[in-house]
Nanobody, 124 residues
Framework: QVQLVESGGGLVQAGGSLRLSCVAS????????MGWFRQAPGKERVFVAA????????YYADSVNGRFTIARDDAKNTVYLQMNNLKPDDPAVYYC?????????????????WGQGTQVTVSS
């Protein structure tokens, strides 16, 4: 069992930055690939970014590529999402998730554990 707790969301002006954190419980954090997804009101949950267990491979949605960076610190059981140059399309609840098998990190349905989410709001 893995419990995930996100933090770092908030209100930021367009063009600004936020860093989201997701802390995992348990001793097996390094066994999981980690992903970030987001869900805007009335829309489906969509892939944002993911990182493999080794940390040497990362993946991004086209909409955030070049602006967002995912990273992990296994010593702290934490995965981060650095978000720069935030745009009006970015507001959503952001969720982190853990995937043991890592078959396709862009598919939400393959993840094993989810956090409760953190709200990101961007003002224009």
């Amino acid at each position: 069992q893995v419990q995930l707790v996100e933090s770092g969301g908030g209100l930021v002006q367009a063009g600004g930055s936020l860093r989201l954190s997701c802390v995992a419980s348990g001793r097996t954090f390094s066994s999981y690939a980690m992903g970030w997804f987001r869900q805007a009101p009335g829309k489906e949950r969509v892939f944002v970014a993911a990182i493999r267990r080794s940390g040497d491979s990362t993946y991004y949605a086209d909409s955030v590529n070049g602006r967002f960076t995912i990273a992990r610190d296994d010593a702290k059981n934490t995965v981060y999402l650095q978000m720069n140059n935030l745009k009006p399309d970015d507001p959503a609840v952001y969720y982190c998730a853990a995937d043991l098998k890592g078959a396709n990190l862009r598919l939400a349905q393959l993840y094993d554990y989810w956090g409760q989410g953190t709200q990101v709001t961007v003002s224009s």
